[in-house]
T-cell receptor
Framework: GQQLNQSPQSMFIQEGEDVSMNCTSS?????WLWYKQDPGEGPVLLIA?????ELTSNGRLTAQFGTTRKDSFLNISASIPSDVGIYFC?????????????FGTGTRLQVTL | ETGVTQTPRHLVMGMTNKKSLKCEQH?????MYWYKQSAKKPLELMFV???????ENNSVPSRFSPECPNSSHLFLHLHTLQPEDSALYLC??????????????FGEGSWLTVV
């Protein structure tokens, strides 16, 4: 099936640094979502974006829905060790009352002290 | 706690066994999903149920059989699986209506190992 291009694939940063990752698609989505997945756990929703150009923050996280509706980025400021994990973007289209998510390939974040 | 509960969290089964994964959502949502996550692969959508009716089956082999008895419960029945079916199986749900109806919430997943 279709995949989103997510970059970078992995990042090694020092505690306190800012992080930026992004997703691009050849298709338009109605909604962009960002999830974080810890080892052995399911993805946890971080931020949901519903409108082109929307900029939304959740604590140290900020995400934007690109104006073309084909891209989104996620920034993490002042990273801390618990930010370690895999971050996934997902684009979403509605299918009647259900939703179809297309996931990015993930960005693996490692934070060193 | 996301409001989507999956059991068991870990399951080891032989290729001739029959087992089931269970999912329950406490969010009052109308749509439920099964996803498969294999190592180094993106999440793959397997099945979608909306208002207890299956609306999508992404070419999943018949050894996986979903069941949605009501809007709060979803099962994945497993029979004669192969070792390559070993993966993390994730259940999810969404409201289905309204501005945030697109937002999908995942359970913690069931780790399946087929031996």
């Amino acid at each position: 099936g279709q995949q989103l291009n997510q970059s970078p694939q992995s990042m090694f940063i020092q505690e306190g640094e800012d992080v930026s990752m992004n997703c691009t698609s050849s298709s338009i989505f109605n909604t962009w979502l960002w999830y974080k997945q810890d080892p052995g756990e399911g993805p946890v929703l971080l931020i949901a974006l519903y409108k082109a150009g929307e900029l939304t923050s959740n604590g140290r996280l900020t995400a934007q829905f690109g104006t073309t509706r084909k891209d989104s980025f996620l920034n993490i400021s002042a990273s801390i060790p618990s930010d370690v994990g895999i971050y996934f973007c997902a684009g979403q289209r509605r299918t009647g009352t259900a939703s179809k998510l297309t996931f990015g390939t993930g960005t693996r974040l490692q934070v060193t002290l | 706690e996301t409001g989507v509960t999956q059991t068991p969290r870990h399951l080891v089964m032989g290729m001739t066994n029959k087992k089931s994964l269970k999912c329950e959502q406490h969010l009052g949502h109308n749509a439920m999903y099964w996803y498969k996550q294999s190592a180094k692969k993106p999440l793959e959508l397997m099945f979608v149920y909306s208002l207890e009716e299956r609306v999508e089956n992404n070419s999943v082999p018949s050894r996986f059989s979903p069941e949605c008895p009501n809007s709060s419960h979803l099962f994945l029945h497993l029979h004669t699986l192969q070792p390559e079916d070993s993966a993390l199986y994730l259940c999810a749900s969404s409201q289905g209506t309204g501005r945030s109806g697109n937002t999908i919430y995942f359970g913690e997943g069931s780790w399946l190992t087929v031996v």
